[in-house]
């Protein structure tokens, strides 16, 4: 393999096989293609682009790079969900068990938050006990005996996206289709499940701002999962502001266990509600468990209300160590106390919410990570009282910072009230569910 032609190549707009972008990702692998190089490569994709072919290659050699699971040793259809990221995205912590207890095996790997956008695996960490690290073994004994499991994705999932994912991360081409499809399809393909739904978020407190390039980078994803055999949906969904209302870690994770008691489905946030089950749905639908959108719905819904998947998730964190006491409000979980609360200014409603800036008031509360290796406070968080569209009075609570360091609380409560807007006119509620791509 000569690099450098690869690169030229790519810089010229010609496309590449198969063997070019194998060849390049082994020798990035084994550390004989230098970094320099692979920026340089980079680059030249961010400019010229990947046909759907390079793509599905690129995907393929990343996923190869590592250890794939054998889902073939479980006994139902597996399926998996991921999310783009947002804030207040605790889906995952309610979705794993709902799907299992509608007879689905779900093998999920997830990851930290980094930056205003929360992770499942912090959230995870809030549980006493709960152990993310799981051999490939155990982790699949756990999926086929419970129904679903949760770990963290080790160095040994697509280690090539680890660092080509670092190196995007300093040289500007984070925000490129094919990198971002092969980023997240060669993570979910090593996990091996047959059907993947996406959650792909967008508005302020997503990773992709708009709708127009959320639907490219669909279209990229349905077609490089189709290409390794995975039947795929994607749902869009809005991020202009938080999901439910806990944000943090402690607090995530109870506002979404408590979802599933009995009588939770009417109780938990109606966003939260809603968005979970449709994306459950679709993973019960896509998966040939139900003929059709109102029979997965219905199907979601009975195992939410008779309890079956409050039961697995609590037979779940109990198979993964995590001691949680669902006879206590707060199933055992450390959650601050509130320590100040942000209120309306003046009458109004509420107009706009830059959400990254809410997420970002996490870090202040030591909740979220500015580096990679920032210890957090698992037990901070915010609860956010209100949503845009939502006629609001002077005085009144709109969030409620949780922390046990007064200095944090301020600081957090200042960049939550400059991340609103509140108009002096009515406004349109924002729809959650932007639409689908199968
Ligand atoms: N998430 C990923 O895993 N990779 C990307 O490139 C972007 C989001």
């Known amino acids: ?17 198969e063997t070019q972008i194998n060849d390049l990702i082994a020798g990035f692998t084994a550390r004989e293609v230098p970094e320099y190089q692979m920026a340089a490569f980079l680059m030249a994709v961010w400019f010229r682009g990947m046909t759907p072919a390079e793509t599905a290659a690129l995907t393929g050699a990343m996923l190869r790079s590592g250890d794939q699971l054998d889902t073939s040793v479980l006994s139902g259809p597996s399926a998996d969900k991921h999310s783009t990221g947002g804030v207040g995205d605790k ?39 709960y152990d993310i690290h799981l051999g490939n073994a155990q982790f699949l004994d756990v999926v086929e005996r419970v129904g679903c499991a949760i770990i963290g994705q080790g160095p040994a999932i ?25 980023s997240i399809m060669s993570k979910k393909l090593a996990a091996g499940p047959k059907t993947i739904v996406i959650d792909l ?13 959320a639907r490219a980078l669909a279209t990229a994803l349905v077609a490089v999962g189709r290409s390794y055999g995975r039947n795929m949906a994607v749902l869009f969904s809005d991020m202009n502001q938080p999901l439910g209302v806990a944000i943090g870690h402690a607090n ?14 009417a109780a938990a946030p109606a966003d939260l509600v809603r968005l979970t089950e449709e994306l459950t749905a679709d993973m019960v639908r896509v998966a040939g468990l139900a003929p059709n959108a109102e029979a997965a719905l219905a199907r979601v819904r009975q195992a939410w209300d008779d309890g079956s998947a409050l039961k697995v998730l609590l037979a779940w964190v109990a198979a993964q160590g995590g001691r949680v006491d669902p006879a206590r409000d707060d199933f055992g979980l450390d959650c601050a106390p509130a320590a100040a609360d942000l209120v309306a200014p003046h009458d109004g409603w509420l107009a706009s919410v830059d959400c990254r800036q809410v997420g970002l008031a996490l870090a202040d509360l030591g909740a979220a990570r500015r580096k990679v290796e920032d210890a957090l406070d698992l037990s901070a968080g915010v609860d956010w009282l209100t ?46 569910i932007l639409g689908r791509v199968e």
């Open 91 to 129: 889906v995952s912590l309610l979705l794993a068990p709902l799907a299992a207890a509608c007879g689905l095996k779900v093998p999920m790997l997830s990851g930290r938050g980094l930056g205003h956008t929360g992770g499942t695996l912090d959230k995870l960490e809030a549980i006493p006990g």
């Open 1 to 17: 393999m000569n690099v450098l032609d690869i690169i030229e190549a790519k810089k010229r707009g010609r496309e590449l096989d």
């Open 201 to 213: 978020k967008t508005g302020s407190g997503a990773f992709m701002r708009d709708l127009e390039n």
């Open 252 to 265: 995530e994770t109870l506002e979404a266990f408590a979802a599933l008691r009995p009588g939770g489905r």
């Open 158 to 182: 697509a280690p090539a996206d680890g660092r080509i994912y670092a190196l995007r991360d300093v040289t500007g081409t984070v925000d490129c289709v094919p990198l971002i499809t092969a």
């Open 387 to 432: 949503r845009v569209g939502r006629q609001v009075t002077k005085g009144e609570t709109l969030a409620r910072v949780f922390t046990r360091d007064p200095a944090r609380a301020a600081v957090a409560v200042d960049r939550l009230g400059s991340a609103l807007v509140i108009g002096r006119e009515p406004v349109a509620e924002l729809p959650l």
